[in-house]
Structure formats: C-alpha cells, structure tokens
C-alpha cells in the first residue's frame, strides 16, 4: 500500500518497485486462470499499465494487492468471455527463461520428472475446468495467499460464499486425482 502511496504521490521509482513486485504474481494467476501463459503475460502487463493510468482511483481503504487482483480477475473474465479465448489456450510449459516454480529433486530419476509434469499437467487441466469464481477463489487464496475476506473483494461476494466456492474447487481437484490418491493408499 506504501508503494501505491508514493506513486500517486508521483515517485516514478515506486510504480517500478510495484511492478518488480508484483508483475511475476499476475502472470502466475492469469497463467493458471487462463492456461495461456503467453496471453497471462499480456494480461500482467494490461493490469499495470491500468494501475499506472487509474493511480488517482486508487483509495487505501483495501490491501492494494486486492484492488490489483480485483482489475487482474476483471481482465482474466473479459479474456474468457471473448470467443477467440478458446482458440488461444494452450499448455502450461515452462517457457525458455522462465523458472519452473515446483522442480523436482536434483535426486529424482526421469520417471519422477515425468510424473511430476503429468501431475501438474492434470492438475492445471481441472482447474481450467472450474466455473470461473471458484477457481479464482482457489488460486487467490491458495496460490497468492489472500484471505477469504481479501478474495471476498475481489470476488465480490461474502466469506462464506469464498468458502464454499474454495471447499468446491477443492473437492474438484480431489475427485480428478482420485485415481492417484487410490494408488498411492494401495
């Protein structure tokens, strides 16, 4: 919120901390919201050049990372809502100079890696999956941390209903693992 503070103030140098800070954040969320890292990247971009131009909207009575993410999901829904959207997603792969977040053990064999790539291949499927609130319930919380009550905001919707809509995604995410879960007991 300091940061945001001093850019409406005019230090030029905080909206290039914001972004350093927060640029690598945004391609993650609109990465997993639209299975389209490319177009994530567009979409990161987008959200900070708003951020940039709308700095006098910004008002601190909310974590400015709620108001980012708020601008973030409204560019990732507008990206869904667009026809050419399913034309444009594709596989999640690490691109060439991007770190792959989850590497697997300098000990792990070729199997393992395999694995693990399947999982996490599967695992980004089932969330393209999801009905759009849930899944941006899950990745706020779960993968950036946020409150139930600072993805209510972004949501716009209670803390109860992004319980439930987490509990949800949840529940998706263990009935498309299920197979492998019942492996691993066996």
């Not at 697997?104 to 693990?116: D, F, I, N, T």
Request: glycine share 6%; with cysteine.
């Amino acid at each position: 919120m300091q940061l945001m503070l001093r850019f409406q103030n005019g230090d030029m140098r905080a909206f290039d901390a914001l972004f350093q800070k927060y640029a690598p954040a945004l391609v993650n969320f609109a990465a997993q919201f639209l299975g389209n890292r490319a177009r994530a990247e567009e979409i990161a971009q987008d959200v900070l050049l708003r951020v940039y131009g709308q700095r006098d909207r910004y008002k601190p009575t909310a974590k400015f990372s709620t108001w980012l993410f708020k601008i973030a999901q409204n560019h990732c829904l507008n990206e869904v809502r667009r026809r050419e959207y399913k034309l444009r997603r594709e596989p999640l792969d690490p691109q060439e100079g991007q770190p792959e977040p989850n590497l697997p053990s300098p000990q792990a064999g070729p199997e393992q890696v395999l694995e693990g790539e399947e999982l996490a291949a599967r695992i980004r499927g089932i969330l393209l999956a999801m009905p759009d609130n849930q899944r941006t319930a899950i990745l706020l919380s779960r993968q950036e941390g946020m409150s139930y009550q600072e993805v209510a905001t972004v949501i716009g919707c209670t803390q109860k209903a992004v319980k439930s809509l987490v509990f949800r995604a949840t529940q998706r995410l263990r009935a498309g693992l299920q197979d492998i879960t019942d492996e691993d007991e066996a």
